[in-house]
Every structure is written in structure tokens, then in C-alpha cells.
């Protein structure tokens, strides 16, 4: 069974900094992309950042310059460095990614349960 499982949220002044981690773990043959996704109260999840197998990252236009995804692929994580946070950025931050299961081989989208971010003064 796959499993994806964030850590590293939690509350932060206007301006820090936080890093978010995401580990996949289970019966993983292959990872592919990977992204972050983040939902506000009484807003549509939104993709944050994503990255290609390769470390190919992109990001939404909001985030463009102080967040930067990364992955390390040796220990299926992926991670979220959070600069110049703003309270807009307060969120359920939710790691997803595309993996092929040793039982399935076909791609298909696994998402984490969240963690909180709370930008505030």
C-alpha cells in the first residue's frame, strides 16, 4: 500500500520561513512528478509547485521567487522551502505525486492528508 505523508507545517510570522516534506512510502516501483497543493477555508485546491521526475520544477504564479521545490529521489521525498511567507499563504499544504505501485502498472495520483500552514502576526 502507498502511502504519502507530509511534515513541517505549523505557525509562522509574515516574512519567515518554512520547509515542508513529503515521503512516499510503500510498494513504489517508480515516482514520477510530484507537486504541492494547498487549499484555503472556502477555496479551491490550488497547485503550488510541481516537479518532473527529472527535478524539473514549476510553479504558480503566486509563489514564483519565494517558494522552491526540490526532491530526493533516493528516499522518495519531496520538499517545499517557503520563503517570504504572506498570510495569504495560510493553507492545508498537500503533497501528491504520480507513482506505479509493484501490483499496478499503470500510473496513479496519490495524495497525502495535509498539513496546516498558518502565516500570522
Known amino acids: 500500500q502507498v502511502q504519502l505523508v507530509e511534515s513541517g507545517g505549523g505557525l509562522v510570522q509574515p516574512g519567515g520561513s518554512l520547509r515542508l516534506s513529503c515521503a512516499a512510502s510503500?510498494?513504489?516501483?517508480?515516482?514520477?512528478?510530484m507537486a504541492w497543493y494547498r487549499q484555503a477555508p472556502g477555496k479551491e485546491r490550488e497547485l503550488v509547485a510541481q516537479i518532473t521526475s527529472g527535478g524539473n520544477p514549476t510553479y504558480s504564479d503566486s509563489v514564483k521567487g519565494r517558494f522552491t521545490i526540490s526532491r530526493v529521489n533516493a528516499k522518495n521525498t519531496v520538499y517545499l522551502q517557503m520563503n517570504s511567507l504572506k498570510p495569504e499563504d495560510t493553507a492545508v499544504y498537500y503533497c501528491?505525486?504520480?507513482?506505479?505501485?509493484?501490483?499496478?502498472?499503470?500510473?496513479?495520483?496519490?495524495w497525502g492528508k495535509g498539513t496546516l500552514v498558518t502565516v500570522s502576526s
Open positions: 501528491n505525486a504520480q507513482i506505479m505501485s509493484m501490483r499496478y502498472s499503470a500510473w496513479s495520483n496519490y
Open positions: 510503500g510498494s513504489i516501483f517508480r515516482i514520477n512528478a
